[in-house]
């Protein structure tokens, strides 16, 4: 099954499947590693394996995940992968009604809570990262003065430029380049605020 370029999300019973913390957390682990058993992602989040296998099931209803090509000659594992190369979540597709809003409210909560995880979990263990690693991270924040359209203009550009820099590396690590090569968490937000 050839997989969707992007998948958007616009309705209240996918983005509440996805919503799920331990879902997402699935979620994020298949687009890492591409494709997967319940049983591999089971031990990265120390859950159960029927439960993590109850996950996928529903995460594969709403089209999120498929499964994919057996990687081994055990019948009984199943593999999964991400049913498209990424999801988008848009304001403008849930502000039609007061539960919609409202759920939408509450993933992109869960969402920034994860994403915040993450780079916690990079602070805590920088030290084992190594300088090269450690000075090629970074964090920043940049207050600027834009229109809605400017911002939209730069949400664009910046798009742009991270799947040039992911199709490159994803090119050549497919060549053979894989010394050094980590998986990268980039999380940028841009929004208005008023003083």
């Known amino acids: 099954m050839a997989r969707e370029e992007n998948r958007r999300i616009t309705d209240i019973g996918t983005l509440k499947a996805l919503a799920h913390p331990l879902r997402m957390k699935l979620y994020r682990l298949l687009f890492v590693a591409e494709v997967a058993t319940a049983s591999q992602l089971a031990e990265q989040v120390d859950e159960a394996v029927s439960l993590v296998s109850y996950h996928l099931r529903k995460l594969a209803e709403h089209g999120l995940v498929e499964e994919a090509e057996p990687r081994s000659a055990d019948a009984r594992e199943r593999w999964w992968q991400p049913a498209s190369d990424g999801v988008t979540i848009r304001d403008e597709d849930f502000r039609d009604a007061p539960e919609k809003a409202a759920a939408h409210l ?67 690590e497919a060549t053979g380049d894989t010394e050094g090569r980590e998986h990268v968490a980039l999380h940028v937000y841009g929004f208005p605020f008023r003083v």
């Open 106 to 172: 509450a993933a992109s909560r869960m969402f920034l809570d994860q994403r915040a995880e993450m780079y916690r979990r990079y602070l805590d263990e920088r030290a084992h990262w190594g300088p090269e690693w450690n000075t090629a991270a970074h964090d920043s924040e940049s207050l600027l003065r834009l229109t809605a359209g400017e911002l939209a203009e730069l949400k664009k550009d910046l798009t742009d430029l991270l799947k040039r820099y992911d199709e490159r590396g994803r090119a050549r």
